[in-house]
């Protein structure tokens, strides 16, 4: 069997909101029993045909990279957590539900893989709103995916999910919001299973078929680390 092409998708988001569990969710389709911190990254494969049921069908490895550590980490931190973010062609931005500070959280993590998180306390506008302007040259899909959604009283699911919608406009993306611990919410078939689908098929087709040929610039093209000098992660 030939080997099948790949692509890589980053996993971003605060501790604790269920990052591992998402991953193994979408790679095994099984509910992770003792999910552990992740410390630094760690890497599971999802196989995904692109444009499935079509002629243009085509089997490919998903590589989602979870990444650990915290938002607000030092700039030490940050710069050891870079090295992860080369050669990306997509990104994942998972939230806790039932956790608005983690919600906010994922316009840094997405400043921070883009190389734009140069002044992280600019971020923030005076109405409390972020500035879309920051992602909107933008050229690598983004997912926005809401966790926990089950321990979201009913009272109040409206309020956040309404509150969750503005966040993925923001971002230009679509969002799924489930249950880690339900594999229904990704059952085949259902409206979450079509978007994830959708966006990896997005993700493959800027890296691979883009009409002049050419792939998207990696961010590891840009100066990541200072001083002209740019780092690149070899996963073969």
């Keep these: 069997m030939a080997a099948l092409d790949r692509v890589k998708v980053l996993v971003l988001g605060d501790s604790g909101v269920g990052k591992s569990s998402l991953v193994h969710l979408l790679c095994h389709n099984q509910v992770l029993g003792n999910p552990s911190w992740t410390v630094g990254c760690s890497v599971d494969v999802r196989i995904h045909d692109y444009k499935e049921g079509t002629p243009e069908e085509k089997t490919y490895y998903i590589e989602l990279w979870d990444v650990g550590g915290s938002v607000g980490s030092a700039t030490s931190v940050k710069s050891t957590r870079a090295v992860f973010y080369n050669l990306l062609n997509g990104i994942i931005l998972v939230h806790d539900l039932t956790n608005k500070k983690s919600s906010q959280n994922l316009y840094r993590w997405s400043l921070e ?12 506008v005076t109405n409390g709103d972020y500035d879309r302007e920051q992602f909107a040259d933008n050229q690598i899909p983004l997912l926005v995916i809401g966790t926990k959604l089950d321990q979201i009283p009913e009272t109040k699911r409206n309020e956040v999910l309404t509150r969750t919608a503005f966040l993925a406009e923001d971002f230009n993306a679509e969002e799924i919001n489930l249950d880690c611990t339900n594999p229904r919410y990704l059952a085949a078939g259902s409206s979450n299973a079509v978007k994830l689908s959708r966006f990896f098929d997005k993700v493959i087709e800027k890296r691979y078929f883009l009409r002049d040929g050419n792939q998207i610039p990696g961010f590891s093209d840009r100066k990541r680390f200072g001083g002209g000098t740019s780092k690149t992660l070899h996963y073969d």
């Design 113 to 124: 893989a883009l190389n734009r998180d140069v002044a992280p306390t600019g971020v923030l």
